[in-house]
């Protein structure tokens, strides 16, 4: 395994797994061990790594960094998505990690504090610790702003920009993950991010939505039967959301010519955004900026 490359065998992620699903369910009281300051970055699994790497420099611009093991890392303003090739018999294509950024990263601190939890993790090779869930989506602790971590040990990327990029976003504002059971992986979730800051009402299109505050974005968890995971129908990245400003009709013509699936117009709050689908059916969202606020007279 190359120093940049995070990813487990499936041996890895069952046996984490098992040890978590045993594990007492400690909590931290109020006082957090480490404080997580937003959505540091992404990573997919995807089947053609030429062709994600074609669409998400068309996305995000040609800001690249790649490993030795052929993973390649696209920055998205503050963050970066990573693109992980597939391989036969493994991981199949799809969102399968998420990585929030731990402010003065300390290893030996998150370490001690995993401990404490009664999380079980598995130490990486230059890239601070990985964690499964009882689904088996990754979480990795490491250093906020870990994109200046990268740069130190992974090797550029030259990608010819013939335009400018579609979605001129400053960082990944928000992610859902589509989980078996919202419930028991809250349990779970609960220990790395806190309380559950908002749940969904129980009324359809979006019940039995679980929401987190993780620094300044959100990380929420959907049951998988509501069928908002549109990359197969498996436990992973449901979707992710980036805020950035956009004019809808020619955003949607630059996303069609790029190769992505532009789905149909949310409801409520989602309406102002735009919805589409990568080469591998992972799911992106758009969102314009807030409105500013009125100054009262």
Not at 130 to 158: C, H, M, R, Y
Not at 210 to 224: D, F, K, N, S, V
């Amino acid at each position: 395994m190359s120093r940049l490359s995070t990813r487990l065998d499936r041996r890895d992620v069952l046996t984490m797994i098992g040890a978590g699903v045993l594990a007492p369910l400690t909590t931290w009281g109020d006082e957090r061990p480490f404080q997580i300051t937003g959505i540091d970055h992404v990573t997919i699994t995807v089947a053609d790594p030429a062709r994600s790497l074609a669409f998400y420099t068309r996305l995000f611009g040609n800001a690249v960094l790649k490993d030795k093991d052929g993973c390649h890392y696209v920055k998205v303003g503050s963050a970066y998505v990573g693109l992980t090739p597939q391989k036969r018999g493994k991981q199949p294509a799809g969102g399968n990690q998420i990585g929030p950024g731990i402010q003065s990263f300390d290893l030996p601190a998150v370490e001690s504090s995993l401990q404490r939890a009664a999380i079980p993790y598995r130490q990486t090779k230059g890239q601070g610790l990985l964690v499964a869930d009882s689904d088996g989506i990754l979480t990795q602790f490491w250093a906020e702003n870990s994109w200046n971590e990268l740069q130190k040990i992974g090797q550029p990327v030259s990608v010819a920009a013939k335009q400018e990029p579609l979605i001129q976003a400053t960082s990944i504002n928000h992610l859902l993950l589509a989980v078996n059971d919202p419930e028991r992986a809250a349990l779970f979730y609960s220990k790395i991010f806190g309380p559950i800051a908002q749940r969904t009402p129980p009324r359809p299109p979006l019940s039995g939505r679980i929401w987190y505050q993780a620094g300044t974005h959100r990380i929420g968890l959907a049951p998988l039967n509501q069928g908002y995971n549109t990359s197969g129908q498996r436990p992973g990245i449901d979707h992710f959301g980036v805020i950035a400003p956009f004019e809808r009709e020619s955003l949607i013509k630059g996303l069609t010519e790029a190769g992505a699936k532009v789905l149909p117009q949310g409801e409520g709050p989602e309406a102002a955004g735009v919805d589409f689908q990568d080469p591998d059916g992972v799911r992106l969202q758009v969102m314009p900026p807030p409105a500013p606020r009125q100054k009262k007279a």
